[in-house]
Structures are given as structure tokens and as C-alpha cells.
């Protein structure tokens, strides 16, 4: 029988052919048809400059108006909106089962946050760039009394609750009050300064709920990505969404790399682009002239891009251009690539990523990449008034060892 789109029906095997269709359109999983049902804009791309630049379209169950965000290589893993909260308005209180960071990319309000059959609410102002998170199915209501609006980017579990569950009645309407991550203490949303050592790794980690100026906030020196990288992980309402904060010098820049995607990088401070190209393409896409098959992100405050975007196939590389350092904040939902690693609890992992592909990894090295990379990087450096930090021994297959940073991102 011929296939038709009109219905579905067996698609027989014949002697020389296998049955069903060689080629079949993605299925929409539940959450792409809540995100449809909403009746907003859903953006999917690698990233975009500035999520200010955005489309934004009245919400109903949100009371202002926003467009989700879903990067490609992030589907199923977790979600993005953008919301407004109109000026001398307030969104509708909601409440849900799925973890939820906030990062307030314009203006100023509050947030009124309090629990089922709980009347007392608690209360905490925010201002461009405050990094909050509402804890799990606790209700809450986003307020904004001045005559400006605000801009609410906001990353949820909410894909792996709707694919999971496939029931939004249940994640908008359950009754349960997860005290073990909000017990409604009357200092939940005091910002915590203090650092406290991550267990495993002895990195610098901050059990905070409300981080009040993620952009211009002091950062402990972490050296570990860079000289002079600093690095923060706010672990905020005993959310299983991983998040870190990160800043780096500018005037060198990553190898590009390949690995399985989750995160989201969210310019904070400071301009820079990433490139992407599929690996079909080889290592010197310009060289090969494919370069109309590479694909560029630029981003600045406010700016979003999928770090590996895809599927862990598409080689990336993130340049850090401006005078001023590049702050991030990367995002990756509850399901880091690490923690999707085959194998038991305990084996030893290779971040293949930081491994020359010569070697069996999925790094290029300097002395291998397009040297269209190069040029560019030291041009729009120049540009903006800054310099290079770049060794010309990098690019020198004999001398490429000697003093050569690790993976910057
Ligand atoms: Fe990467």
C-alpha cells in the first residue's frame, strides 16, 4: 500500500525491503505538545544574541508575555522561558512539580513564595541580574511595582516531569508540600555568602537561594579552566538542576571539541560567539569551503547558546572576544552528560572531549584546526581593544605541549 499522510497502516515487507519507513518525521514528545498548547512562540535554535531580542506573545496560564526556548541538543533534557512581568503588574501565582532557576535579565520586582494551607509569605526583592530558584511545587507569585517591565529567563525540569508523566493536571495541581526542600524558614531567600567546599571535587560551592547580583558578584579564583578563571556553584532549594557560574579572562579560546550535550551557556558579563559545524564536515570547514555550513552564535548580557549543541556529533568552539573578562553561567538542567555516562557508580570516566582526535578523543588541536579561527579571533580582539594571550607555539605541531591551557569551555 502507499504510504499517505492521511493515516497510519502497516508498511508490509517486501522480499529486498524491511517493513515501516526509512525516513519518519521527529514524534512530538508531551512536553513539545504542552509548549504548543500554551500558545506562545517556541524558539529552537543553537542560541540566540540576546533573549531581549526574543518574540514575545501573551500567556494566559502565565498572566504576561513570553516565548519558551528549547536549544537544540537540549530537548528532553530540560526547558526555557522568557517572560515579562508587566510594569505595575504581577504574573499569576503558580505552582508545579518540576525545579525552576530564575535569572532576571531586566528590571526589578519582587517574589511572594509560600506553601499549601502555609498563609504566611515570604517575600524577596530582585533586580537585573539575581539568580533565584523557586523550590518544588511551592507557590509563588512574580510582582513588579515599577513602571519598567522585567525579564524573567527561566530554566525548568518541567520536559522531564511532562515526558515522564504526560499529565499536566498532576504537575500544576498536586497537593504536596516537599518540606525537605522548602521548609519556609524565615531565612531561605537571605542571600548565604559563605563558601562551602563541594565534597567530591573541593571546588567552590555556595548553598545559597537567592544569589542577589550574579553580574557583578565577587567570584572565587578557580584557575582550573584558564589563569585567573574564577568559578561558583550555587546550589539553590536542594535542586537536583546543576548550574555553575564562571568567568574568564579574555584573548584565549577553547579547542574545538565534541561531546553529548545538556548544557546551556548564558552570557552574564563580557561578548563572545561559539562555532558549530557537524564533524562530517571535517576539521577546516573554510579551508574545504563549507564554511556556509558552520554555524555562529554571538552573544552578549542576556545571551544563550548550547554549548554541544546537536548530538554530541557537531564540533563546538567558544571564543571569548571582549576587553572585559566573559562571565557565564552554565545551565544544565537535572541530567548532566556525565551523569548519563554508561557504566556502574564508581568507574573512572574520560572526558573524550579534552582528548586530540588523534588520540581517540574529540579535540582538534591548534596546530590542526582552520586557521580561518585564528585570524578571526586576533581581528575582532584587535577590534575591541584587547589582546591576544594566544602562543604561537600552539600552533606548531612540535612545540604544541609546552604550556598549553586545558579546554577552556
Ligand atoms: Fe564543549
Redesign the pocket.
Known sequence: MPHDDKGSHWHEPTADKMAGLGKFARPAMPYDQFMESEGVPIYRDIGVRTVLDLPMKPWKRLGGRGSYIQLFGTEGLWGMYVVEVPPGGALNIEHHVYEKIVLVVEGRGSTEVWQEGNSKKQHFEWQKGSLFSIPINAYHRFVNATNSPAILLCGTSAPNMFNLLDNPKFIFECPFDFTDRYSGAADYFTPQDDIAPDPVRGLAMKKTNLVPDVINCELPLDNRRSPGYRRIEPHMAGNRFYLWVGQHETGRY?KA?K?ASAAILVCLKGKGYTYTWPEALGTRPWEAGKADQVRRQDYELGGIVS??PMSGDWF?QHFGVSKDPLRLSAWFGPNNSTSRKPGRPGEQITDR?AIDIKKGGGAIPYHEEDPHLRAEFEATLAKEGAQSRMDARWYDEATAGIDQPK?L?
Open positions: 577553547s571539541h561531546h554549548a554541544a563546538h572531549g579546554d569551555f
